[in-house]
């Protein structure tokens, strides 16, 4: 299975957790938490992923770097390598509709659902060059290791209390889903 189908699987995966363990487990702690996470998970996308590694619109430190590579890969949008071929593509063909991965006019609801999903697996490494080879951080290395670090996240989230799997992991990847699509 390719790294696109094993994202989307997740993705749906944790649409489903969200729901049904909010429903089943609501608490206003709970809530509070999801959007803690949240914040964090935003962080990681739009301050890593987006601004520094795909645009390299700032410098900071190792130790932050890691910080928003960890919670923007804990947001289940692909690795940062992944997404930043995503990004660099979407920039190199916007608005086409056979090569943008992110076009939302072709009336497919569901790629837009599942944005993080696009089938990046014939993207040339070039895109994300700057990251992938970067020895500061180890994209490479989250990249290769993306799923088995993401779930052992969760196994651990859920050895601690399984409820933890819905306030730190599920609902605030869904939450950020959604507010991609906003």
């Known amino acids: 299975m390719n790294f696109a189908k094993k994202l989307r699987l997740t993705i749906m995966s944790f649409y489903i957790i969200a729901t049904v363990g909010t429903y089943y487990y609501f608490s206003w702690q709970g809530i509070l938490l999801s959007y803690i996470m949240f914040i ?30 960890f919670f923007g890969s804990l947001a289940t949008v692909g690795s ?23 076009y939302p006019h072709d009336g497919n609801w569901l790629k ?9 697996d014939y993207f040339p490494l070039l895109y994300a060059r700057n ?26 989230l859920g050895l601690i209390s399984p409820e933890l799997i819905i306030w730190m992991w599920a609902l605030p990847a869904a939450m950020f889903a959604v507010a991609l699509h906003l």
């Open 40 to 69: 964090l998970f935003t962080l990681g996308v739009n301050g890593g992923f987006h601004k520094l590694f795909a645009h390299k619109q700032y410098k900071t430190g190792k130790f932050f770097e890691y910080f928003l590579l």
């Open 80 to 102: 940062s390598i992944v997404w930043v071929i995503g990004h660099k593509v979407h920039h190199r063909f916007v608005e086409h509709p056979e090569k943008d991965p992110y």
């Open 112 to 120: 837009v659902v599942f944005r993080g999903a696009q089938p990046v």
């Open 131 to 156: 990251i992938a080879y970067s020895d500061k951080v180890p994209h490479l290395f989250v990249h290769n290791h993306y799923f088995k670090l993401l779930f052992s996240y969760v196994i651990i």
